[in-house]
Nanobody
């Protein structure tokens, strides 16, 4: 079993910055793609950013140029640096990871419980 724990959320003023972390623990052979998603009040889940094990990244148009996803494979941790935050970035942010638990196993999809980001003056 694998657990993903997000941290770093909070209240920030428009234009401010936050850095989210997602730490994976448990039985892990390799972590493939990792990603950040968000769910704003009254809206569906939205993909924010993804990163492969090799470091290739992808972003939603709404966050390009403002958010940066990164990862530390040695620590099984992904990060989301969020700059120039806007009120419309307010959401619960969830971490996702595709994990192979043991050699020869299939990829399994895991989710964290989320961390709340509120952008407001």
């Amino acid at each position: 079993q694998v657990q993903l724990v997000e941290s770093g959320g909070g209240l920030v003023q428009p234009g401010g910055s936050l850095r989210l972390s997602c730490a994976a623990s448990g039985t892990i052979f390799v972590i493939n793609d990792m990603g950040w998603y968000r769910r704003a009040p009254g809206k569906g889940r939205e993909l924010v950013a993804t990163i492969t094990s090799g470091g290739s990244t992808g972003y939603a148009n709404s966050v390009k140029g403002r958010f940066t996803i990164s990862r530390d494979n040695a620590k099984n941790t992904a990060y989301l640096q969020m700059n120039s935050l806007k009120p419309e970035d307010t959401a619960i942010y969830y971490c996702n990871a595709e994990v192979v638990g043991s050699q020869g196993d299939h990829n399994m999809d895991y989710w964290g419980k989320g961390t709340l980001v509120t952008v407001s003056s």
